[in-house]
């Protein structure tokens, strides 16, 4: 069905085994020197076709459309790609939408220089050095590096295969299920899990009654004589890449649970402290989902994202406004389970982000270290996925009847800052003063091409 031999790698994995990750951001200074270099990083990439488990390494490549702008593609080609792509995320219209400013940012600002990413992944530090000196060594006369962020996930256990982020959670457990690949992952993730693989890939059927996203295409005067790409479809086996570097102010936010949770007489209370943070988030650290146990008294592993929350309309397991709930409602968006779960899963999205940054030493206090996330998501309508789950559901403040509350973690749109909602089965809980301690350091749209758009480029540019 998947024609994984076009198909970069880090569509279907994560590559979890290799914990190791650098991101390049690259200007090319002149697309008419970049035919050689291209078609070298083809020849370099993972494809889905060649990844297994064992491999020590994996590359993959992303294009602005500034990037594809200064690789030769005409005017009328470009037009065929997405609005949102065009203006990229620093748009002013589109910050406004997100409630971003881009102004403020390190990297990604509406002047921004970006054309290329390049992702590196490697099983450890030494292996990932040497894979990041050698594509700088192939890129320096053609390419400028704007900027490079490392990273590396943590276990959350040592020997666990469950990742945390820096605030403490296990991170990317609510991943959808591409419909199709690996079928044996049903039974853990549940059948409303599954996902058409057209709301990722281009080219292949979506949750619109089995239509095909919108794909960009070659417009004259660009022309295919060697007839590489089908019908002249760019888009083919390719996705769109949303980036964010996502900043978290770890003490902060801690310091902020303890003030809000301790005892009458000031005194920590650490069980509290874990459950009010488990509510923010709508899972307890170790993964366990509130909704699954609401009292953290045990439950199954495999239920880690095989769960709902019909059973829990008025967010009295699970509150209304927590994380996880706001990113993905699954069957409780609307009042009818079925229709939600269809209206969710057109809105859903492949998570491919890490942590960059060192682990803090003491959770509680300040040691001047940047950390945070670098939040990476596939999918193939930004608009309609990535725009729409943080507009609609992360920053709305009406989201799920709620009344002026943003996203706890990550805040948003409100009148009253800071309010969050525990709902009881008597009198709801008003928390006051909950401020966001995330901060968006920089953010740009990419897309993610097949194996035959890349030898496209390649034969453009030259």
């Known amino acids: 069905m998947f024609e994984t031999h076009e198909i970069q790698g880090m569509v279907f994995s994560g590559y979890a085994r290799q914990p190791f990750a650098a991101y390049l951001f690259l200007t090319v200074r002149d697309g008419a020197d970049a035919a050689d270099w291209l078609a070298g990083v083809s020849r370099r990439i993972t494809w889905a076709d060649k990844f297994d488990r064992e491999r020590r390494t994996s590359t993959n490549i992303a294009f602005t459309y500034k990037g594809f702008a200064r690789l030769g593609l005409g005017f009328q080609t470009l037009t065929t790609f997405p609005l949102e792509f065009v203006k990229d995320m620093s748009d002013p219209a589109r910050a406004?939408?997100?409630?971003?400013?881009?102004?403020?940012?390190?990297?990604?600002?509406?002047?921004?220089?970006?054309?290329?990413?390049?992702?590196?992944?490697?099983?450890?530090?030494?292996?990932?050095?040497?894979?990041?000196?050698?594509?700088?060594?192939?890129?320096?006369?053609?390419?400028?590096?704007?900027?490079?962020?490392?990273?590396?996930?943590?276990?959350?256990?040592?020997?666990?295969?469950?990742?945390?982020?820096?605030?403490?959670?296990?991170?990317?457990?609510?991943?959808?299920?591409?419909?199709?690949?690996?079928?044996?992952?049903?039974?853990?993730?549940?059948?409303?899990?599954?996902?058409?693989?057209?709301?990722?890939?281009?080219?292949?059927?979506?949750?619109?009654?089995?239509?095909?996203?919108?794909?960009?295409?070659?417009?004259?005067?660009?022309?295919?004589?060697?007839?590489?790409?089908?019908?002249?479809?760019?888009?083919?086996?390719?996705?769109?890449?949303?980036?964010?570097?996502?900043?978290?102010?770890?003490?902060?936010?801690?310091?902020?649970?303890?003030?809000?949770?301790?005892?009458?007489?000031?005194?920590?209370?650490?069980?509290?402290?874990?459950?009010?943070?488990?509510?923010?988030?709508g899972r307890w650290r170790d993964g366990t989902p509130i909704a699954v146990s609401p009292r953290h008294d045990g439950a199954a592993p495999d239920r880690l994202n095989d769960f709902g929350f019909s059973q829990d309309p008025h967010g009295t397991g699970c509150p209304l406004g927590a994380h996880i709930r706001r990113a993905n409602p699954r069957e409780a968006l609307l009042a009818d389970p079925i229709q939600s779960i269809i209206t969710t899963r057109r809105h859903r999205m492949l998570r491919r982000g890490r942590p960059y940054g060192p682990l803090i030493a003491d959770r509680y206090s300040q040691d001047g270290q940047s950390r945070g996330l670098v939040f990476m998501a596939l999918n193939a309508n930004i608009e309609r996925q990535f725009e729409f789950i943080q507009q609609a559901w992360i920053s709305s403040p009406n989201f799920a009847g709620l009344y002026d509350e943003a996203d706890p973690l990550l805040g948003g749109r409100t009148q009253v800052p800071g309010v969050f909602s525990i709902q009881k089965e008597t009198v709801r809980e008003r928390k006051t003063n909950i401020l966001p301690h995330v901060t968006v350091k920089g953010g740009a749209y990419f897309f993610l091409p097949a194996r035959a758009t890349l030898s496209y480029l390649s034969l453009r540019a030259g």
């Not at 949303?242 to 303890?258: K, L, N, S, T, Y």
Request: aromatic fraction near 8%.
């Open 96 to 281: 406004q939408m997100l409630g971003d400013d881009p102004d403020a940012w390190v990297w990604g600002r509406p002047e921004h220089r970006i054309h290329v990413l390049l992702m590196l992944f490697a099983r450890d530090a030494k292996e990932l050095a040497a894979l990041l000196a050698a594509e700088r060594h192939a890129a320096r006369e053609i390419l400028d590096e704007v900027q490079v962020i490392e990273s590396q996930t943590f276990p959350f256990q040592p020997g666990s295969p469950m990742n945390r982020e820096h605030f403490g959670f296990v991170d990317g457990l609510s991943q959808p299920d591409i419909a199709g690949y690996r079928p044996e992952k049903r039974a853990a993730n549940g059948g409303a899990n599954q996902i058409s693989a057209g709301e990722f890939i281009l080219g292949y059927p979506n949750e619109y009654f089995a239509q095909l996203t919108a794909s960009p295409h070659l417009r004259a005067p660009d022309t295919d004589p060697k007839a590489i790409l089908p019908s002249g479809d760019l888009g083919r086996n390719g996705t769109y890449l949303v980036v964010r570097q996502m900043e978290q102010d770890v003490a902060g936010f801690w310091q902020m649970i303890r003030a809000r949770c301790a005892h009458r007489n000031s005194t920590p209370d650490p069980a509290a402290e874990e459950a009010f943070a488990a509510r923010i988030v």
